[in-house]
């Protein structure tokens, strides 16, 4: 079955530091991926999005996600979090078959401390 | 531009009520979805629509249903409320010609 799996149910990183929100994915064939954040009473923003090409791509708010098949991962990063980014993260995907159905993971809370 | 909204922000319902939760889009998006958020669970699709006048089931549609009468309505019923539909709910869209899916604030039910 499909899944996307983010390992760190809660993080936290002090302001100023850098950040890797883990995410994983198990489809047959690599799938469009997806970081979505949410913050505290908000809905889903996307971050970025990878489907093809360099596989580091760049997002918004400063963020960046490395596609690597050989690990079928796909995590994100933040070379210096503010604390404004505290919030929770997703990750998803969807095949490349023609469905734009979302999969989500169940989500890394980031906790930031100032 | 409002984007998409949803009604109402927060509801308590008895078991066994019936319930519909809102949800309009201003963006002329094809596509729209419902989700569920629990705890420890993320998000998962209830009912989809790819255009005005089609719908699909998620992952998650046993005791929801939805209509698609036009391409900015969305609404998600519940036929008789239980306890275990106790969530938050989310309204999404998604234009033709992006993957993109664009997020309302939520609808936060209880079910007692």
């Known amino acids: 079955a499909q899944s996307v799996t983010q390992p760190d149910i809660h993080i936290t990183v002090s302001e100023g530091a850098s950040l890797e929100l883990r995410c994983n994915y198990s489809y047959g064939a690599t799938p469009y991926l997806f970081w979505y954040v949410q913050s505290p009473g908000q809905g889903l923003q996307l971050l970025l999005k990878y489907f093809s090409g360099d596989t580091l791509v760049q997002g918004i708010k400063g963020f960046e996600a490395e596609f690597k098949r050989s690990q079928s991962s796909f995590n994100l990063r933040k070379p210096s979090v503010h604390w404004s980014d505290a919030a929770e993260y997703f990750c998803a995907a969807r095949s490349g078959a023609g469905s734009y159905q979302l999969t989500f993971g169940k989500g890394t809370k980031l906790s930031v401390i100032p | 531009i409002a984007g998409i909204t949803q009604a109402p922000t927060s509801q308590i319902l008895a078991a066994g009520r019936r319930m519909t939760l809102r949800c309009t889009q201003d963006?002329?998006?094809?596509?729209m979805y419902w989700y569920r958020q629990d705890l420890g669970l993320g998000l998962r699709l209830i009912h989809y629509s790819n255009t005005a006048g089609t719908t699909g089931k998620g992952e998650v549609p046993d005791g929801y249903s939805v209509s698609r009468a036009n391409t900015d309505d969305f609404p998600l019923t519940l036929a008789s409320a239980v306890p275990s539909q106790t969530s938050v709910y989310f309204c999404?869209?998604?234009?033709?010609?992006?993957?993109?899916?664009?997020f309302g604030p939520g609808t936060r039910l209880t079910v007692l």
């Open positions: 963006m002329r998006h094809n596509a």
């Open positions: 999404a869209s998604r234009g033709a010609s992006t993957d993109t899916q664009y």
